[in-house]
């Protein structure tokens, strides 16, 4: 019988009726998060933690350590529970409330640290390496197993030789692919695997505000020397980023945009998610009537109710949202 990690993957590929009425286009969304963990960080966690019991980097009843303030970390916590293993997960204290209620839910520790740079020894992620290495010393190779998603190449093959075949496969005509990136694994994989497919499938990155990566992609270096610093491996994304073009947008874009499709769509959907469909309704915009364009609900607004569906919240940064009851989303999007 099928147990509950057979339900990751082959998600619904839906269209959002209001926006491709706005632009003509076939806008369409990978709904991610009909995953059972609840985002696409599913996808990936499943892959790096079998990927490890198979190597013997990670043994049954070993702990998979990471250091994550989003999705990722209730993902490893569900995957490892369901594989016979423990996580430990490392996170910024100002993370909001719900995604290490649900860590915890899951049984995994959650080790709150201060907000620090990532150079910094004390930073999340260093945290959760150490955390790994100490196991490893303590009780042997395979105790401790520190997933590292932004250096770990598994995840660019859980999209490759996953979501990619699967949005090829539920598409059909497909013009573009785009999405935000965090790990820049999402972004890799697929638009590997659509090239692969089709050279004329256009592959965009949306870079939200406060991101580096527009230099990444118009002048192939990052924002600056301290996001820079490190051993940073070649990994797929370095490539991938000098082929794709870019869309920015606005946390203010992201917030209207996720209250228009609640109302207009019945879609309630989280931060990221937001970014991507702005960056696709963008897209569209720019290719003109007739184009399908697709792109990743990463995760719902569920576990988003605190920060970025709170009105307080909202509004303490100056984004409360004031034109999203407008027919034309495009009365609050800065279409370039």
Not at 91 to 102: I, N, S, V, Y
Not at 188 to 200: C, M, N, P, T, V
Not at 203 to 226: I, M
Not at 259 to 284: H, M, Q, T
Request: proline share 4%.
């Amino acid at each position: 019988m099928p147990d509950v990690l057979a339900s990751i993957g082959n998600t619904p590929l839906i269209r959002v009726n209001s926006l491709s009425a706005a632009t003509g286009c076939d806008v369409m969304i990978k709904c991610e998060f009909a995953n059972p963990g609840g985002s696409v960080k599913d996808r990936v966690a499943l892959r790096i933690i079998t990927e490890a019991l198979d190597s013997g980097e990670l043994v049954e009843g070993g702990t998979v350590t990471e250091g994550t303030a989003g999705s990722t970390g209730v993902s490893l916590a569900m995957v490892a529970r369901a594989l016979g293993c423990n996580a430990h997960l490392a996170l910024p204290d100002d993370a909001a409330m719900e995604k290490p209620r649900l860590m915890e839910s899951f049984g995994a520790t959650v080790e709150r640290v201060r907000p620090v740079s990532i150079t910094h020894k004390d930073h999340f992620v260093n945290v959760a390496r150490r955390r790994a290495e100490e196991l490893c010393e303590s009780d042997g190779r395979g105790a401790g197993y520190f997933a590292d998603q932004f250096e770990n190449t598994a995840n660019f093959r859980a999209h490759l030789e996953g979501t990619g075949p699967e949005i090829w496969r539920h598409g059909r005509r497909l013009d573009a692919f785009i999405c935000a990136c965090g790990t820049g694994g999402t972004l890799a994989g697929i638009a590997r695997y659509l090239k692969s497919k089709d050279e004329g499938i256009e592959c965009h990155l949306v870079d939200p505000q406060g991101s580096s990566l527009y230099n990444k992609v118009k002048r192939g270096v990052l924002y600056n020397r301290v996001e820079a610093e490190g051993k940073r491996l070649r990994n797929p994304f370095d490539t991938i980023t000098e082929g794709v073009g870019i869309n920015r947008l606005t946390d203010r874009e992201a917030v209207e945009m996720s209250r228009y499709l609640a109302r207009r769509d019945g879609l309630f959907l989280g931060s990221s998610s937001c970014v991507n469909i702005v960056g696709a309704a963008k897209l569209a915009r720019q290719l003109g009537p007739g184009h399908r364009v697709v792109t990743i609900a990463c995760d719902s607004g569920v576990r988003h109710l605190t920060k970025f569906w709170s009105g307080e919240y909202v509004a303490s940064h100056g984004l409360t949202p004031t034109k999203y009851t407008k027919d034309d989303p495009f009365e609050f999007l800065d279409d370039e």
